[in-house]
């Protein structure tokens, strides 16, 4: 108060009022700083909606249902038409500018994500559960038969699609990982099957693509030495496909 009322240097008001400088200096900045956190005009929302806001989009992430810029938008949209706020937007939808502002506000609580697509077949089983007894019945297996690393081989078929996602939405800071729901991953797939030892050697991949008899050559070019290739109505693997790659 005498510093901003009375015109008193920093140095004086602390010394008339029996207060370190250095903490008056810095109650000082930080009164400044949040008087300057909400610059321009101001804001339809208060700072409990957008923590709202931000708490409905990790929920949302969370169970696979991220959201993207256009989303928050629309979603604060909802939210004011809801509370019956005016806004100076034109059908309540937040500009660009808006949702810039908002993610520097929220910088440590949201961060845009590329996500990667989870198939509902694929989030139906991927469970905790699931996931604790699998690594228990492998580790019996283990010890039990005293197996080394160099006869442990993991295989994983990935599938990759052709639909590439341009799209970023909003996820945690921390998340490892940022997936996205879909019933199907769209377009041509094709999948590739890696094979990997427990001490780090690994085998060349087992590339199969979606068709019916043929195998373009440009499909082969720039791949890994002794990458193998076939070809199946569905772009997936199949048991007889798995049989010739295992003995060969």
């Known amino acids: 108060m005498l510093v901003c009322e009375e015109k008193k240097t920093i140095y004086h008001a602390a010394k008339e009022c029996s207060v370190p400088e250095?903490?008056?200096r810095r109650r000082i900045k930080q009164q400044k700083f949040n008087e300057n956190?909400?610059?321009?005009?101001?804001?339809?929302?208060?700072d409990n909606d957008e923590t709202m806001i931000v708490?409905?989009?990790q929920y949302c992430q969370r169970y696979g249902l991220p959201l993207d810029s256009l989303d928050i938008n629309n979603l604060v949209a909802q939210f004011c038409t809801a509370m019956r706020m005016k806004t100076p937007f034109k059908n309540g939808i937040h500009g660009k500018d808006w949702i810039i502002s908002f993610r520097k506000r929220h910088v440590d609580k949201l961060r845009l994500r590329?996500?990667?697509i989870l198939?509902?077949?694929?989030?139906?089983?991927?469970?905790?559960e699931i996931i604790d007894k699998s690594f228990i019945i492998l580790s019996d297996v283990i010890h039990n038969n005293n197996i080394v690393p160099s006869s442990i081989y993991n295989l994983d078929e990935t599938g990759l699609s052709t639909n590439h996602l341009t799209k970023r939405v909003f996820a945690h800071p921390k998340s490892t990982d940022v997936y996205e729901l879909a019933a199907f991953s769209g377009k041509a797939i094709y999948s590739v099957l890696f094979c990997?030892?427990?001490d780090g050697r690994y085998l060349p991949p087992f590339v199969v693509f979606k068709g019916e008899?043929?195998?373009?050559?440009k499909w082969k070019k720039n791949v890994p030495p002794g990458c193998a290739f076939s070809e199946t109505a569905s772009g997936w693997m199949q048991d007889f496909l798995f049989e010739n790659w295992y003995f060969t």
């Open 114 to 116: 590329k996500p990667e």
């Open 55 to 57: 708490a409905a989009a």
């Open 22 to 24: 250095e903490t008056l």
């Open 119 to 128: 198939t509902f077949s694929r989030a139906k089983i991927l469970t905790r």
């Open 196 to 198: 990997v030892s427990a």
């Open 37 to 46: 956190k909400r610059e321009g005009r101001k804001s339809v929302l208060s």
């Open 213 to 217: 008899s043929y195998l373009y050559s």
